[in-house]
């Protein structure tokens, strides 16, 4: 599976953006879908992840409230709303999946996840 993350762009503080991540096989839907970022200078960090039936989510404490992970397994397609954006939130960001069989304190971690997409750029601008 190859994963393709688009919908980065540059905004302002208090905007909106929404991120795609597109899969290039229906195997898509027998994994768990994570997003995480990375910022100049930092280590890549967990930002939210759904189980790979859509039902369970799980967010980083930093955008609990204003982002919302989904995915439309059908389609191969996950997503990312990420809604009152902040310039701290400027990074790269990336799609990933997780084996159907992580745990759920492992889907917080960066090791659990084995195929990762390309990320998308996004700067919020203050």
């Known amino acids: 599976v190859q994963l393709q993350a688009s919908g980065g762009g540059l905004v302002q503080a208090g905007d909106s953006l929404r991120l795609t991540c597109a899969a290039s096989?229906?195997?898509?839907?027998?994994?768990?879908l994570g997003w995480f970022r990375q910022a100049p200078g930092k280590e890549r960090e967990f930002v939210a992840a759904?189980?790979?039936?859509?039902?369970?989510?799980f967010y980083a404490d930093s955008v609990k409230g204003r982002f919302t992970i989904s995915r439309d397994s059908a389609e191969g397609t996950g997503y990312l709303q990420m809604n009152s954006l902040k310039p701290e939130d400027t990074a790269v960001y990336y799609c990933?999946?997780?084996?159907?069989?992580?745990?759920?304190?492992?889907?917080?971690?960066?090791?659990?996840?084995?195929?990762w997409g390309r990320g998308t750029l996004v700067t919020v601008s203050s």
């Open positions: 096989e229906r195997a898509f839907s027998a994994y768990n």
């Open positions: 990933a999946l997780a084996p159907q069989s992580t745990i759920v304190s492992s889907m917080y971690s960066t090791r659990s996840y084995n195929i």
């Open positions: 759904i189980r790979r039936r859509g039902g369970a989510t």
